[in-house]
């Protein structure tokens, strides 16, 4: 089991920055992969961001590469996403997974990203 918590979420406003964290408790030794996604209003769940635990190799959706950056202290079992440059379509819910091989396997419960104009 990994029970995965998000933090760092708020109100800013366009062209700003937040910082999100996600901390990994439980079985982390085994994680292969963390992940970023988003779900806003009447929107399916997408894709962010993710980093492999022990290589570090990253990818991003096209919507945020250039502006988001994700990275993991590993010693603190800590996945963070660094979104610079936010944009009103990044208003949404974001939440952090962990992957043990080939799906997302665990979910934290979420944190609010709401970005005015």
């Known amino acids: 089991q990994v029970q995965l918590v998000e933090s760092g979420g708020g109100l800013v406003q366009a062209g700003g920055s937040l910082r999100l964290s996600c901390a990994a408790s439980?079985?982390?030794?085994?994680?292969?992969?963390m992940g970023w996604f988003r779900q806003a209003p009447g929107k399916e769940r997408e894709f962010v961001a993710r980093?492999?635990?022990?290589?570090?190799?990253?990818k991003y959706a096209d919507s945020v590469k250039g502006r988001f950056t994700i990275s993991r202290d590993n010693a603190q079992d800590t996945v963070y996403l660094q979104m610079n440059s936010l944009k009103p379509e990044d208003t949404a819910v974001y939440y952090c997974?962990?992957?043990?091989?080939?799906?997302?396997?665990?979910w934290g419960q979420g944190t609010q990203v709401t970005v005015s104009s």
């Open positions: 980093i492999t635990w022990s290589g570090g190799r990253t």
């Open positions: 439980g079985r982390t030794f085994s994680m292969y992969v």
């Open positions: 997974s962990a992957s043990f091989g080939s799906s997302w396997d665990y």
